[in-house]
């Protein structure tokens, strides 16, 4: 993990090694192979009408697709551009297609593998194998992917064991008629769910490594923590101050709070699983360092002593949010609002009202997504129609402007997979009034707003615990119970278990997620604990770490509100997150990230398990499964695939709810009902 500068020199002639034919060895992989994902890895074409194969020079030929239709075929590269998605087809998805195309990929093995091949060892040991797949989006049947194997497997060193690992969730099926002893097999999550090292959030820093061994050593330190530091440890806890970098050594996901944190502050984070191994070899504890984390790699470099300020490291203008409207407004229903009110319910409660009007309406042009050049196509907006079902569409229909029965399928899709939560909303205005109603409140308010308008703000953490103290315990009054009982429908009264959720402004801002750090309750009964359970959320603005969080950001204490959203709670057989990208690889346009467990969504963002995570290709279609997390076990066939349309939905929202260009990424979390039915509980952009 550790590297040193290399030399750049001049670049020689390019020697293309392509061999056409005969058997593979350990030596000409490694003379023809590639770096990917920290893995050696070559690609195999296999020509049927000729029954050879090619093994593709990494360095000459980076892409499948073009060398066979530059030099098997003799086109030339704007031929091939002019009609690539029909070329694509015939290579990927044709059932009786001429090439084959996949990629062998080296790995090392420390522990006693199990399959059935005669040739894989079972003994404990390290011993390396290949592993065969076909790209994410190919569609080969159980009996293409049988000969693909076959072809391979005979024209491979006998001493190199072969695994086939199928690229998505439908070679899995088609995979189930063969037995693994004719085709050897291995899962992504298999293979990929222990590696040492997993990029979470790509990004450099440069700072102090500080590693801490126990949650004891950390919490002792942390108040001296700052933008210096690149903090590393087994499992960062979510309420981790503004640093430079983070380092976990134990299993996360990309779409934990403390990931979200590092991609709306713009550092690098990382799953090292050797990380105590590595500083403690290196010495690193206390040293400066250089820490990069790329799509394919991680490196953590150190530096004689502190390098010099750079004009990257000064501070970053102040965020200024739309002045809040404080204005005496109404509880009102979610459904009633739009996105425009978040400047008095606050972001979370205008966007859930957003949703219902796109929903509902189905007016909004959920396709702009796929109409984005992405070259050398001049939009996706075929693509789009072949995974709604059009009759008649074709990847290749690439018109340069979306059809209205392509909008209104989107629409009607949409509509179809998800719906919009129910609930009530709460303006600022009601916390304003709150907050004015008692002289104690006034002025802890007041001191914590001088303490903060000082150069160097001190004492901030009992002045906000005992602000918090005072929120939670002073009578509301009856004039503003009013207000809010008055409104709840009798959905929201009686007996039922409700849910109280927080609607700030000073939320899902460029550079400023607030992931985590506003308060939602999620079992409350009664109206004494509704009014409880709306305090504990107003009160929640103020707690320590938002406001530091917001005042290194530069957000002015006077412009932070806090609005409320009441909800009825659903029960839920399967919760999680989804964000509209693939986190640890930005470039990549075509797949939706979705993590899922057992029960609600907060499960899975505070960190109570680990989720089960997939990528699903909203492009070509299909999905895989990236890990078990602690479930251990994989979802039916059937859910996967419900999932998928999930993921597709999410993608379509992007459309509206990102940015002008619809290529802003969303972070959506949802639930799915004991009856099956999607339902959405925030929505909100995904920072990057």
């Given at each position: 993990?550790?590297?040193?500068?290399?030399?750049?020199?001049?670049?020689?002639?390019?020697?293309?090694?392509?061999?056409?034919?005969?058997?593979?060895?350990?030596?000409?992989?490694?003379?023809?192979?590639?770096?990917?994902?920290?893995?050696?890895?070559?690609?195999?074409?296999?020509?049927?009408?000729?029954?050879?194969?090619?093994?593709?020079?990494?360095?000459?030929?980076?892409?499948?697709?073009?060398?066979?239709?530059?030099?098997?075929?003799?086109?030339?590269?704007?031929?091939?551009?002019?009609?690539?998605?029909?070329?694509?087809?015939?290579?990927?998805?044709?059932?009786?297609?001429?090439?084959?195309?996949?990629?062998?990929?080296?790995?090392?093995?420390?522990?006693?593998?199990?399959?059935?091949?005669?040739?894989?060892?079972?003994?404990?040991?390290?011993?390396?194998?290949?592993?065969?797949?076909?790209?994410?989006?190919?569609?080969?049947?159980?009996?293409?992917?049988?000969?693909?194997?076959?072809?391979?497997?005979?024209?491979?060193?006998?001493?190199?064991?072969?695994?086939?690992?199928?690229?998505?969730?439908?070679?899995?099926?088609?995979?189930?008629?063969?037995?693994?002893?004719?085709?050897?097999?291995?899962?992504?999550?298999?293979?990929?769910?222990?590696?040492?090292?997993?990029?979470?959030?790509?990004?450099?820093?440069?700072?102090?490594?500080?590693?801490?061994?126990?949650?004891?050593?950390?919490?002792?330190?942390?108040?001296?923590?700052?933008?210096?530091?690149?903090?590393?440890?087994?499992?960062?806890?979510?309420?981790?101050?503004?640093?430079?970098?983070?380092?976990?050594?134990?299993?996360?996901?990309?779409?934990?709070?403390?990931?979200?944190?590092?991609?709306?502050?713009?550092?690098?984070?990382?799953?090292?699983?050797?990380?105590?191994?590595?500083?403690?070899?290196?010495?690193?504890?206390?040293?400066?360092?250089?820490?990069?984390?790329?799509?394919?790699?991680?490196?953590?470099?150190?530096?004689?002593?502190?390098?010099?300020?750079?004009?990257?490291?000064?501070?970053?203008?102040?965020?200024?949010?739309?002045?809040?409207?404080?204005?005496?407004?109404?509880?009102?229903?979610?459904?009633?609002?739009?996105?425009t009110d978040r400047d008095r319910y606050?972001?979370?409660?205008?966007?859930?009202?957003?949703?219902?009007?796109?929903?509902?309406?189905?007016?909004?042009?959920?396709?702009?997504?796929?109409?984005?050049?992405?070259?050398?196509?001049?939009?996706?907006?075929?693509?789009?129609?072949?995974?709604?079902?059009?009759?008649?569409?074709?990847?290749?229909?690439?018109?340069?402007?979306?059809?209205?029965?392509?909008?209104?399928?989107?629409?009607?899709?949409?509509?179809?997979?998800?719906?919009?939560?129910?609930?009530?909303?709460?303006?600022?205005?009601?916390?304003?009034?709150?907050?004015?109603?008692?002289?104690?409140?006034?002025?802890?308010?007041?001191?914590?707003?001088?303490?903060?308008?000082?150069?160097?703000?001190?004492?901030?953490?009992?002045?906000?615990?005992?602000?918090?103290?005072?929120?939670?315990?002073?009578?509301?009054?009856?004039?503003?119970?009013?207000?809010?009982?008055?409104?709840?429908?009798?959905?929201?009264?009686?007996?039922?278990?409700?849910v109280v959720r927080s609607s700030a402004?000073?939320?899902?801002?460029?550079?400023?997620?607030?992931?985590?750090?506003?308060?939602?309750?999620?079992?409350?009964?009664?109206?004494?604990?509704?009014?409880?359970?709306?305090?504990?959320?107003?009160?929640?603005?103020?707690?320590?770490?938002?406001?530091?969080?917001?005042?290194?950001?530069?957000?002015?204490?006077?412009?932070?509100?806090?609005?409320?959203?009441?909800?009825r709670y659903v029960p839920a057989e399967?919760?999680?997150?989804?964000?509209?990208?693939?986190?640890?690889?930005?470039?990549?346009?075509?797949?939706?990230?979705?993590?899922?467990?057992?029960?609600?969504?907060?499960?899975?963002?505070?960190?109570?398990?680990?989720?089960?995570?997939?990528?699903?290709?909203?492009?070509?279609?299909?999905?895989?499964?990236?890990?078990?997390?602690?479930?251990?076990?994989?979802?039916?066939?059937?859910?996967?695939?419900?999932?998928?349309?999930?993921?597709?939905?999410?993608?379509?929202?992007?459309?509206?709810?990102?940015?002008?260009?619809?290529?802003?990424?969303?972070?959506?979390?949802?639930?799915?009902?004991?009856?099956?039915?999607?339902?959405?509980?925030?929505?909100?952009?995904?920072?990057?």
């Amino acid at each position: 993990m550790t590297t040193a500068a290399l030399p750049v020199g001049a670049p020689g002639p390019v020697t293309d090694r392509t061999a056409v034919g005969g058997r593979l060895s350990l030596p000409l992989f490694h003379t023809l192979s590639g770096v990917l994902a920290g893995h050696p890895y070559l690609k195999v074409v296999v020509d049927r009408a000729e029954g050879t194969w090619h093994l593709l020079d990494t360095a000459v030929h980076p892409f499948h697709v073009d060398y066979v239709a530059t030099r098997v075929l003799g086109m030339d590269l704007a031929a091939l551009d002019a009609c690539l998605d029909d070329f694509n087809a015939s290579v990927y998805t044709a059932p009786e297609r001429r090439f084959l195309l996949g990629v062998l990929s080296l790995h090392t093995d420390t522990h006693t593998h199990t399959h059935t091949d005669a040739d894989t060892h079972t003994e404990a040991g390290e011993r390396s194998f290949l592993v065969l797949e076909t790209t994410e989006a190919d569609t080969m049947s159980g009996a293409l992917l049988d000969e693909f194997y076959g072809f391979v497997r005979h024209r491979v060193d006998d001493t190199l064991p072969l695994l086939l690992k199928p690229a998505n969730h439908g070679q899995e099926q088609e995979l189930t008629a063969i037995g693994d002893d004719r085709v050897p097999r291995i899962l992504a999550h298999e293979l990929f769910g222990n590696r040492t090292r997993t990029p979470l959030n790509p990004g450099e820093a440069t700072g102090r490594l500080r590693h801490f061994r126990t949650a004891g050593e950390y919490a002792a330190a942390a108040a001296g923590l700052g933008r210096a530091d690149i903090v590393a440890m087994a499992c960062l806890p979510d309420d981790v101050p503004r640093v430079a970098g983070f380092l976990h050594s134990e299993a996360s996901t990309p779409l934990s709070h403390t990931n979200v944190l590092a991609a709306g502050w713009g550092i690098p984070n990382a799953i090292v699983r050797d990380l105590d191994r590595i500083i403690e070899r290196d010495g690193l504890n206390g040293a400066w360092v250089r820490y990069r984390v790329g799509d394919d790699e991680i490196t953590l470099v150190p530096l004689a002593g502190a390098p010099a300020p750079r004009a990257a490291d000064r501070p970053r203008p102040r965020i200024r949010l739309a002045p809040p409207r404080l204005a005496d407004a109404p509880a009102l229903p979610l459904h009633l609002l739009r996105r425009t009110d978040r400047d008095r319910y606050g972001t979370k409660a205008a966007q859930l009202g957003e949703l219902h009007h796109v929903l509902e309406r189905r007016t909004a042009d959920l396709t702009a997504y796929y109409g984005r050049p992405r070259p050398p196509r001049r939009d996706l907006y075929g693509h789009l129609a072949s995974r709604l079902g059009l009759p008649g569409a074709h990847p290749g229909d690439g018109t340069g402007h979306a059809t209205g029965e392509l909008r209104r399928a989107a629409a009607e899709f949409a509509a179809r997979t998800v719906t919009a939560p129910d609930g009530i909303a709460l303006p600022f205005a009601l916390q304003h009034r709150f907050l004015i109603s008692s002289p104690a409140l006034r002025q802890a308010v007041r001191r914590l707003k001088d303490a903060l308008a000082t150069p160097a703000p001190q004492a901030l953490d009992p002045l906000c615990r005992q602000l918090q103290h005072l929120i939670r315990h002073t009578p509301v009054p009856d004039g503003i119970v009013r207000r809010i009982t008055g409104v709840l429908p009798p959905g929201l009264t009686g007996p039922h278990r409700l849910v109280v959720r927080s609607s700030a402004n000073a939320e899902d801002l460029p550079g400023f997620s607030a992931a985590g750090v506003y308060a939602s309750v999620t079992a409350v009964h009664g109206t004494g604990e509704l009014l409880d359970a709306v305090r504990q959320v107003w009160a929640s603005l103020f707690s320590p770490r938002g406001v530091l969080l917001r005042h290194q950001a530069g957000i002015a204490p006077d412009d932070t509100y806090m609005g409320v959203i009441i909800q009825r709670y659903v029960p839920a057989e399967l919760g999680g997150v989804l964000v509209t990208c693939d986190p640890t690889r930005r470039a990549d346009f075509r797949n939706v990230y979705l993590n899922c467990s057992a029960g609600s969504p907060e499960r899975i963002v505070d960190g109570t398990v680990l989720p089960l995570q997939y990528l699903y290709n909203t492009v070509e279609g299909g999905g895989r499964t990236v890990s078990l997390g602690s479930a251990g076990t994989d979802l039916p066939a059937g859910t996967r695939r419900r999932l998928a349309d999930l993921a597709l939905t999410g993608r379509l929202l992007q459309s509206h709810f990102g940015d002008a260009a619809g290529d802003g990424p969303l972070d959506i979390e949802w639930l799915m009902t004991g009856q099956g039915a999607f339902r959405l509980v925030q929505i909100r952009p995904y920072a990057r």
